[in-house]
């Protein structure tokens, strides 16, 4: 059975940094993509970063290059999602998500509808 843990939310200040967890189980990171997708009150869901483990393609939504790192332990089974420099804008509930690994390929990440399993989400709140 494919499930997603997703740990690593929580309230900082603008500037602060946090490191989402993503914990896959009931498969392996090969061959897949795994997604990080946010959404804020009254918005759609967004795609921020996904990875392709085994091409290693990795995609950045443009609002948080240079600030968000996504990353896959595949020993821990798990992806990470490093954000520094947060925003009150980045307050949203964050999830990740997985699917065939053609979903995060040539620097795109595919509409969240295209992934079939998630895991439950994260709150991340900026403010000061």
């Known amino acids: 059975q494919v499930q997603l843990m997703e740990s690593g939310g929580g309230s900082v200040q603008p500037g602060g940094s946090l490191r989402l967890s993503c914990v896959a189980s009931?498969?392996?990171?090969?061959?897949?993509?795994i997604g990080w997708f946010r959404q804020a009150p009254g918005k759609e869901r967004e795609g921020v970063s996904c990875?392709?483990?085994?091409?290693?393609?990795?995609y950045y939504a443009d609002s948080v290059k240079g600030r968000f790192t996504i990353s896959a332990d595949n020993g821990k089974n798990t992806v990470y999602l490093q954000m520094h420099n947060l925003q009150p804008e980045d307050t949203a509930v964050y999830s990740c998500?997985?699917?065939?690994?053609?979903?995060?390929?040539?620097?795109?990440?595919?509409?969240?509808?295209?992934?079939?399993?998630w895991g439950q989400g994260t709150q991340v709140t900026v403010s000061s």
């Open positions: 998500a997985t699917g065939p690994d053609v979903l995060c390929a040539l620097g795109r990440i595919a509409t969240p509808s295209m992934y079939r399993d």
């Open positions: 009931g498969f392996t990171l090969d061959y897949r993509a």
């Open positions: 990875i392709n483990v085994s091409d290693g393609d990795i």
